[in-house]
């Protein structure tokens, strides 16, 4: 069985053990109705629990809340760029966007002091968001160590709707800080359904496929509340939250695209002229020699600038396909195509860093809750 560790620094590669061992559903049968999608599209938005309900509030113009949450750690990347994009995608459905930065869970976790956490959720994350299309006046931002107090009340109720056992057996061993991270996210996770935040509605919780073990505990401790209903000395009633799960790029050297490993990702505010160098550097699905690839053909499958096509910078699909055809065929060399991914990033950097500095005024406000 395939062990799914929100805090490890393994990359998960069996999605489909996903489905059997944990009962999350295939994203395909939506897939038809969200051509608009690059990551729906594309199968990277791979699985969900219960998106039924959400797609149903789509159709029916019913309201429904995205929720999701940013560990404020190093640089805004490529990685997290395909969040960003999915939390504006939401909005522009008409969700109701709550964006939580985990820095109760950075300290805890990485010992990632408050300060530091406030300026990276601030000046990395919530800026590049803003710098690619968020609409900052529409979101409700908030930090764990800084909220209302109707939320840490929930957060302190919750712990009485799991147990001990349930937590070891979703996440093994078990430390204080990983039983309050857990707690906290429960919260960050159910509480826009408390009355003093727009009370019960389907709420979609887009996330990396290694967030799912707090997913299966919020909905176990949803479950329970509903059976209970008596937070707060009032009826505290919630839809279990849907969850989306998407498949994560490669670093760039393989293995995992990590925040801690500055050549395992392209920061979005970095110089184009470093950006090319850790292109230039990456690992591809190559041959050995030219011949053997113009002979053989290349493995896009395996390889890290092709990630960078798939996920970010070729939008139109023909346009990828005679990527990969031409990388398949031999026809593509490893040389010539991280030129052509070189200038792509590079031209994409420039447009979004001159966004990025006007979006870091913008954001400015929001470093308190
Ligand atoms: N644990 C998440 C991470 O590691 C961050 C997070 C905190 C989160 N609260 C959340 C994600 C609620 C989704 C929903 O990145
Ligand atoms: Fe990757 Fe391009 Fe080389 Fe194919 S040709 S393996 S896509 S770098």
Known sequence: MEKVDPWGSEAIDDYQGLFEDFGIEPFEKFRKHFQDNRYVRRGIIFGHRDFDRIFKSMNEKKPFAMMTG???????????????????????????????????????????????????????????YVALGLNPKKIKFW??????????????KASKRVTFNEM???YGELTPGKIVSVLAQIADILHPQ????????PVVVP????QD????LTRDAASRLNAEREMGGRDFECVPPSSTYHKFMRGLQGGKMS????????????????AVN??????????????????????????????????HLVDDDKELEKIYMGCKKGGRICGECKANCSDMVSKFLHEHQKRLEKAKGIVKGFSKS
């Open 70 to 128: 940013l560990m404020p750690s190093g640089k805004f990347h490529f990685g997290h760029k395909m969040v960003a994009d999915q939390i504006i995608w939401y909005q522009s459905l008409g969700a109701e966007i709550f964006v939580c930065a985990a820095d109760v869970e950075s300290w805890l976790m990485r010992d990632v002091t408050f300060e530091q956490a406030r300026d990276i959720a601030i000046n990395e994350y919530l800026a590049n």
């Open 143 to 156: 930090f764990q160590s800084d909220y209302r107090n109707e939320y840490y009340r929930l957060r302190d």
């Open 168 to 170: 070891k057996a979703i």
């Open 194 to 201: 408390l009355p003093e935040f727009g009370g019960p509605r």
């Open 207 to 210: 996330v990396g496929a290694d």
């Open 213 to 216: 073990p707090h997913l299966r």
């Open 259 to 274: 925040s801690s490993d500055p050549k395992s990702y392209i920061a979005l505010s970095e110089s184009p002229k470093d």
């Open 278 to 311: 850790k292109i230039m550097s990456a690992k591809t699905g190559g041959r050995a020699t030219v011949d053997e690839q113009r002979e053989k053909g290349g493995v896009p499958e395996d390889c890290t600038i092709y990630d960078l096509f798939l996920y």
